[in-house]
Nanobody, 124 residues
Framework: QVQLVESGGGLVQAGGSLRLSCAAS????????IGWFRQAPGKEREFVAV????????DYANSVKGRFTIFRDNAKNTVHLQMNSLKPEDTAVYYC?????????????????WGQGTQVTVSS
């Protein structure tokens, strides 16, 4: 069983920074890419970023490119999302997920395991 625990959310002013962390554990976790998604009230869950465990390849949503960076700490089985130049439209609950199904890594349906989410609020 795979478990994912997010931390690091909070309230920040526009232009500020936050670092989210996703602590991953469980059998086979090293085989799965880890993605970050977010969901704002009344909106669908949307892709933010993803990183592969084996080669560290990354991909980002256009809306966060140049502002967010995803990286991993292999020794601690933790994936971080560094968020800079935050905007009010980045306000959402952020989830990390482990993918284990075939499909595009930008699609929530590709991921079988999800964390509980952490709230990020950016004030203007």
């Amino acid at each position: 069983q795979v478990q994912l625990v997010e931390s690091g959310g909070g309230l920040v002013q526009a232009g500020g920074s936050l670092r989210l962390s996703c602590a991953a554990s469980g059998r086979g976790i090293s085989r799965y890419p880890i993605g970050w998604f977010r969901q704002a009230p009344g909106k669908e869950r949307e892709f933010v970023a993803v990183i592969g465990w084996s080669f560290g390849s990354t991909d980002y949503a256009n809306s966060v490119k140049g502002r967010f960076t995803i990286f991993r700490d292999n020794a601690k089985n933790t994936v971080h999302l560094q968020m800079n130049s935050l905007k009010p439209e980045d306000t959402a609950v952020y989830y990390c997920a482990a993918g284990s199904s075939a499909g595009a890594l930008s699609r929530p349906s590709t991921y079988n395991y999800w964390g509980q989410g952490t709230q990020v609020t950016v004030s203007s």
